[in-house]
């Protein structure tokens, strides 16, 4: 492993000046971003693209400008406009993390890197991106992207997921950082990774350090960092039963905990469960008619939602069970894969 001059951080700030996308949690340069910015865009930005990020990051800051608006909005209120992104529990951390910086720090973003530890929902690289994005603080940052520069720059060829790389990783991101505009570089890295240190196809003839590469100078930048070994990911199959009476549908909202908590659904359940779906949900229905397969992957696991529709004469039943029309499902947090059932059931025939 190679030390770096200051050779390195100019050529990387100075390409960054010149090329640096412009997004919405940023500022022109010698402006530091608003910190509640940056809180925002760093945990829409968890295991979503940033073309995804930027219209609901756009919408999220519309809706609740300022920490304080955050901290006192309805959950399902943020949780509406953060339907689609996925990893529900982002949302709810980044409301917890608004409400504690509210109570505990009078509203205002602390800018040390313990004191945000201690936000909901905010780790080691979150708090890093906090304290040196806004508050140009000389704290490490470690994501996917950066690891990856990193990794090829010092051409480790060991996975940087395992422990002992990871910690490699933060000690080299904290050496790295220079001096001078430390939040800055920290963004340099994470754009460099974004648009020239890609995962596949780096492209090294325009990259401005690839003269401090020792992956590119091996010739080894396709094959660093490793691979991360495939995992199978276990099959989940559940029927959608999309039940009307009149002109609304019957939802439930899911528990408080877990996957998609609190969000609404059609109503649900695990064909290995349950045999006698009217009795299940007490009510008479017609023949149910079956409309399609929704498939859904997640990182983890992958859905089958198996989606039927069908009638009844019963009267709305009581909790947890809801009866609501599509016009005010609109106005509910709702699972990708129960959107777009509800844009099937908009498009399909009356009785």
Request: aromatic share 8%.
């Amino acid at each position: 492993m190679l030390g770096l001059s200051s050779d390195f951080s100019n050529a990387l700030l100075a390409w960054y000046d010149v090329n640096c996308r412009d997004l919405p949690w940023r500022t022109s340069r010698g402006a530091f971003p608003d910190p509640y910015h940056v809180l925002v865009s760093e945990l829409m930005l968890q295991q979503t693209q940033v073309a995804t990020v930027i219209p609901y990051f756009h919408r999220f800051i519309a809706q609740f400008p300022t920490i304080q608006a955050l901290a006192g909005a309805e959950e399902q209120q943020v949780l509406r406009l953060w339907q689609g992104l996925g990893y529900y529990s982002r949302a709810r951390n980044l409301q917890n993390a608004a409400r504690r910086v509210v109570e505990v720090f009078a509203g205002r973003m602390p800018r040390d890197v313990d004191a945000l530890l201690s936000l909901p929902g905010v780790g080691r690289y979150t708090a890093g991106a906090i304290a040196s994005l806004a508050y140009d603080v000389a704290a490490p940052i470690l994501d996917g992207n950066v690891a990856r520069v990193i990794c090829r720059i010092d051409k480790i060829i060991t996975d940087p997921r395992e422990k002992l790389t990871n910690a490699l990783l933060w000690t080299r991101a904290e050496n790295l950082l220079p001096h001078v505009r430390p939040g800055d570089f920290n963004s340099s890295l994470m754009e460099l990774g974004a648009t020239v240190c890609t995962p596949r196809s780096p492209r090294c003839l325009i990259c401005p350090v690839a003269r401090h590469c020792q992956a590119c100078l091996a010739g080894l930048q396709h094959t660093i960092p490793a691979k991360r070994k495939a995992k199978p990911t276990p099959l989940i199959r559940r029927q959608v039963w999309c039940i009307a009476h009149g002109e609304k549908w019957l939802v439930e909202q899911r528990p408080a905990t877990g996957r998609w908590a609190g969000m609404w659904q059609f109503a649900t359940i695990d064909p290995g469960q349950v045999s006698d779906v009217a009795k299940h949900f007490g009510i008479e229905l017609t023949r149910p008619l079956e409309l399609e397969t929704i498939r859904h992957s997640l990182t983890h696991r992958r859905y089958e939602f198996e989606v039927f529709a069908c009638r009844t004469p019963s009267e709305p039943m009581d909790s947890p069970h809801a009866w609501r029309t599509l016009l005010e499902l609109d106005r509910l947090p709702m699972p990708r894969p129960h959107l777009k059932i509800g844009e099937i059931l908009k498009h399909l025939a009356p009785d």
